[in-house]
Nanobody, 123 residues
Framework: QVQLVESGGGLVQAGGSLSLSCTAS????????MGWFRQAPGTEREFVGT????????FYSDSVKGRFTISRDNAKNTVYLLMNSLKPEDTAVYYC????????????????WGQGTQVTVSS
């Protein structure tokens, strides 16, 4: 069982930056691919980005590519999402997710989820 806890959400003006963290309670954190997803009211949860266990591979959705960066610190069991040039359409609850060994772009591929953290971008 993997427990995930996100933090770092909040309110930011358009054009600003925000960094989210997700800490996992698991001994073998490096064995898990991690993903970030988001869900705005009335919409389905959508893929944001993913990172491999080693941190050597990342992949992003087109909507955030070039603005968001995923990284991880396996010594701290933590994955990060740095969000720059934020837009009002980035407003959503952001979730981190984990799956064994592989990265993934679909929410159905992930086995474990955090509780989510709210990000609100004002215009």
């Amino acid at each position: 069982q993997v427990q995930l806890v996100e933090s770092g959400g909040g309110l930011v003006q358009a054009g600003g930056s925000l960094s989210l963290s997700c800490t996992a309670s698991v001994e073998t954190f490096r064995d898990y691919g991690m993903g970030w997803f988001r869900q705005a009211p009335g919409t389905e949860r959508e893929f944001v980005g993913t990172i491999s266990g080693s941190g050597g591979s990342t992949f992003y959705s087109d909507s955030v590519k070039g603005r968001f960066t995923i990284s991880r610190d396996n010594a701290k069991n933590t994955v990060y999402l740095l969000m720059n040039s934020l837009k009002p359409e980035d407003t959503a609850v952001y979730y981190c997710a984990a799956r064994p060994f592989r990265i993934g772009v679909s929410r159905d591929e992930y086995d474990y989820w955090g509780q989510g953290t709210q990000v609100t971008v004002s215009s």
